[in-house]
């Protein structure tokens, strides 16, 4: 068997995706997800002019090894550019063995672990009261598990909060938009949201919430002690984790769970944090971690710690990405829980998929591979349109700041 072509597919219908297509000569096809939020078209290149030769004529059966000459053959090995490009590669071949299998992928993973994949959605709201009632909307929607944000008073704009529209989308400039930020205000505040909506929900509703990498070890153990009594299910990105040692300092003073991983594209990003046990969810995907081979290896170490899974599945990622993801998720023995921000039917449209969701839990299809193409025609009519992630400052002075 061999790969005959490989297609780089920009499109965006709302947000842009970068999807891969690979095609061999018995006919079958996989599509993987390239996205990288603001830098798309970065990995789009490193795809088309560096990878793309190097596939044509390789039998698509061997994805370890295809994973490994993309890995160690660039001798410039990780980076989101280069493990997002891998992912795609790997993702799609991951697909067409499925195809050819005639087994939907989790079968070929190692089968089912679970029904389905529990959720958790996002509640924003512009003050307590709003996300108080985005809260309650999720549970009447039968969310078992929801991340609650909310503006914080005397802050213009803040992560995570939609000032115009109900769908929260970060790339939103044509140019970078800044925000502004202050830790003590954002202090005096998580908590009396997380009392306000823990009040209206009650006890039985896992609730998470993301920091957005802005405070410091200290701050973060200052929060992560002040939410214990509402029990939340996990606290995401606390602090940057480009320094994994300062989770020592918050794991010393809080109890709160703690997520982290959506930026990491290596085992090697991970791995004092889950050997040292420094948080219990790891937040690594399929499209940024080197496919479904790099972030099962990803998993397995964490297993070892008793460290879950809990896949980043914000809309910049492609309903690709989400198709592979819950095969991995129904499979996974380690599954914690999948984030679901869902896209607009129009970006649906693009990528027919046979995933499904029903009162909280996402379920994979049974067809035969991942489940999800791209209606190449129909991406054609959306042609990329340059969008950045905003930036953010410090009320204070201006000093830029994590975001
Ligand atoms: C976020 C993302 O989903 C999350 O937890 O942190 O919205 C993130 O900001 C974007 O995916 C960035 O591309
Ligand atoms: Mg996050």
Redesign the pocket.
Known sequence: MKITAARVIVCCPGRNFVTLKIETDQGLTGVGDATL??RELAVASYLQDHVLPCLIGRDPQQIEDIWQYLYKGAYWRRGPVTMSAIAAVDTALWDIKAKMAGMPLYQLLGGRSRTGVMVYGHATGRDIAETVDEVLRHREEGYQAIRAQSGVPGLEKV??VSTTQRMYE??DGNLPNEHDWDSAKYLRHTPRLFEAVREAVGEDIHLLH?V?HRLSPNEAAQLGRSLEPYQLFWM??PTPADNPQAFRLIRQHTTTPLAVG?VFNSIWDCKLLIEEQLIDYIRATVTHAGGITHLRRIADLAALYQVRTGC???T?LSPVAMGAALHFDTWVPNFGVQ?Y?PHSAQMLSVFPHDWRFERGMLYCGETPGHGVDIDEKLAAKYPYQRAY?PVNRLQRDGTLWDW
Request: proline share 6%; aromatic share 6%; net charge negative.
């Open positions: 939020n603001g992560y995570g970060p790339a993301d957005h995401e990105d959506e980043h599945g914000a910049d984030e921000m992630l």
